[in-house]
């Protein structure tokens, strides 16, 4: 019985942090669409067309992500849908920091809270995957 109100607390936990994180990043971002886009325009990675429906259309998935983790739906599907999107923040970071790019804002909470892209920015991204893995692991089958 411990054991598994151990497991249901760090479900808990994990769950409703991994949404908190999304959450705010995804208001950080919609509140400065234009803000936005140009620190993804930053990156040099994305043609100039698509910076704006990018903008919109990342935090918006966030948000989606962020409200299906408080809600507890699909709770393994969520968390695995959080670990593949946090792998792909960290891939196109890892990548941009290889080709050399200066980033002075990584974007993480849009044109708010401000800090260059560093491989520090990259292992953030990897303890959110993680957070999510564990967070897979800890979901009851089927839920």
Known sequence: MTAGLLAGGARGFLR???????????????????GFAAVLDSYRALPA?????IAVM???AELALGAWLVFGRALRAAANASAAMH???GV??????????????????????ARPLTWG????????????LALALLAKSGT
Do not use: H, Q
């Open 16 to 34: 409703f942090a991994i949404a908190g994180v999304l959450l705010v990043t995804a208001a950080g971002k919609l509140l400065d669409v234009p």
């Open 49 to 53: 067309w698509s910076l704006v429906p």
């Open 58 to 60: 990342v935090p918006v």
């Open 87 to 89: 792998a792909a923040y």
């Open 92 to 113: 196109w970071a890892a990548a941009t920091l290889a080709r050399g790019v200066i980033v002075p804002n990584c974007g993480c909470f849009g044109v708010f809270l």
């Open 121 to 132: 920015t990259v292992l953030e991204d990897g303890v959110m995957v993680g957070a999510s």
